[in-house]
Structure formats: structure tokens, C-alpha cells
T-cell receptor, first 113, second 112 residues
Framework: DTAVSQTPKYLVTQMGNDKSIKCEQNLGHDTMYWYKQDSKKFLKIMFSYNNKELIINETVPNRFSPKSPDKAHLNLHINSLELGDSAVYFC????????????FGEGSRLTVL | AQSVTQLDSQVPVFEEAPVELRCNYSSSVSVYLFWYVQYPNQGLQLLLKYLSGSTLVKGINGFEAEFNKSQTSFHLRKPSVHISDTAEYFCAVSANNNDMRFGAGTRLTVKP
């Protein structure tokens, strides 16, 4: 069983569209994250949720909206996609904010044409 | 806020040679330090972490790192690398474990 799973793995779409990426973890962790990795491999935190509550919200355009229906899921919805949104998006989880270790999904590669 | 600098973007090395990947951090408070590895088309996985205690930390796959508070460094080392160690390596720092910041990554390429 995959510990942190993301769908879809690949997403190709046109500018202006709206898309979602789903993330689920079966580790029983309290904390989940979204990271964006650009073409130069730079990883930047976007959001963090602890027990469905938002605890980190970096300077991200409000076109990006995370949703956590329960502590095992953290989905990312993106409105009005732009070329610069093309990246690999990683979901991660940790047992709690103080655990010190992140468990990553395999990433979702988003290409905006 | 804390930050991380990885001093080398690429490190080519021959198989069975030793390697050191350098990482320096900046923070006004005590930090926790991590090294993660990313193999092609995969997510990151933890290699090792320093939370407290002994400054020499051993991780998976024969890697180790040493926390040096005076030099604000956390360099990663392996005495003898394999082809399979070819990957992207990320140093990360967290001041309160809510917010982990990653360095820009070092691409380790092991050549036969």
C-alpha cells in the first residue's frame, strides 16, 4: 500500500482551466503539506494542515485553494491556470508538526500549455 | 526565518570514491536539520536527521552527516559511493517543525 498517494500523476491542460490534485495518506498522520518543485528542482512549501486546520499558508496566489475534508486527505485546487504554474506538486505528511520527518508522495507533474 | 544554502549544485564523482555534499544553514533559533534524497521521477525520502544529541548522525545507505553549530553546517558524507547513489540530494532545516525549508538541491552523479 502506498503511504502517501497523489492523483493524477501527470496533468496536461490549457491556460485558464481549473484543475485539482488529490492527496491521501494512510499513515494516520495529523499533518499534511503541499510543496511545489520548479524546473530547477527548487522545493517551496505552499500549505500545511494539521488535523484539517490550516497552519501554514505561504505567499501563494489565491488561485490556489487547499481543502482538507479529513486529516487523511489534502486536495489542491487551482483556478485559472497560468504557464508559470507548470511544476511538480508534492504532497507530504508527518505524524505531527513536531515530528521532524516528512513522508512524500511521488508527485504530480502539471504542464500548462 | 531559517534558510538553507547548498553550496554545490552538481557533484560528479567516480564509483567507490568518497563524497561530501555541503550544506549551510541560517537561523536565529535552534534548528533541526535533515537530508533527503530524490531519485528520478520519485518523491523525496529521508536519509537522516539531526534533532539533538550526538552531532554525528548516521542514516540509510551508508550516509552520515555532522552538525557543526559554530560553522552552521550540516555536510553529508559517504566514504564510498555506488552508481545507485546517483540522485538529487536536499538539505532541509526546520526551526519548529511546522515549516521545513529546503535547499536548492545538489545533483550527485556517480560515474563508473
Amino acid at each position: 500500500d502506498t503511504a502517501v498517494s497523489q492523483t493524477p500523476k501527470y496533468l496536461v491542460t490549457q491556460m485558464g482551466n481549473d484543475k485539482s490534485i488529490k492527496c491521501e495518506q494512510n499513515l494516520g498522520h495529523d499533518t499534511m503539506y503541499w510543496y511545489k518543485q520548479d524546473s530547477k528542482k527548487f522545493l517551496k512549501i505552499m500549505f500545511s494542515y494539521n488535523n484539517k486546520e490550516l497552519i501554514i499558508n505561504e505567499t501563494v496566489p489565491n488561485r490556489f485553494s487547499p481543502k482538507s475534508p479529513d486529516k487523511a486527505h489534502l486536495n489542491l485546487h487551482i483556478n485559472s491556470l497560468e504557464l508559470g504554474d507548470s511544476a511538480v506538486y508534492f504532497c507530504a505528511s508527518s505524524p505531527h508538526p513536531g515530528s521532524g520527518e516528512l513522508f512524500f508522495g511521488e508527485g504530480s507533474r502539471l504542464t500548462v500549455l | 526565518a531559517q534558510s538553507v544554502t547548498q553550496l554545490d549544485s552538481q557533484v560528479p564523482v567516480f564509483e567507490e570514491a568518497p563524497v561530501e555534499l555541503r550544506c549551510n544553514y541560517s537561523s536565529s533559533v535552534s534548528v533541526y536539520l535533515f537530508w533527503y534524497v530524490q531519485y528520478p521521477n520519485q518523491g523525496l525520502q529521508l536519509l537522516l536527521k539531526y534533532l539533538s544529541g550526538s552531532t554525528l548522525v548516521k542514516g540509510i545507505n551508508g550516509f552520515e552527516a555532522e552538525f557543526n553549530k559554530s560553522q552552521t553546517s550540516f555536510h553529508l558524507r559517504k566514504p564510498s559511493v555506488h552508481i545507485s547513489d546517483t540522485a538529487e540530494y536536499f538539505c532541509a532545516v526546520s526551526a519548529n517543525n511546522n515549516d521545513m525549508r529546503f535547499g536548492a538541491g545538489t545533483r550527485l552523479t556517480v560515474k563508473p
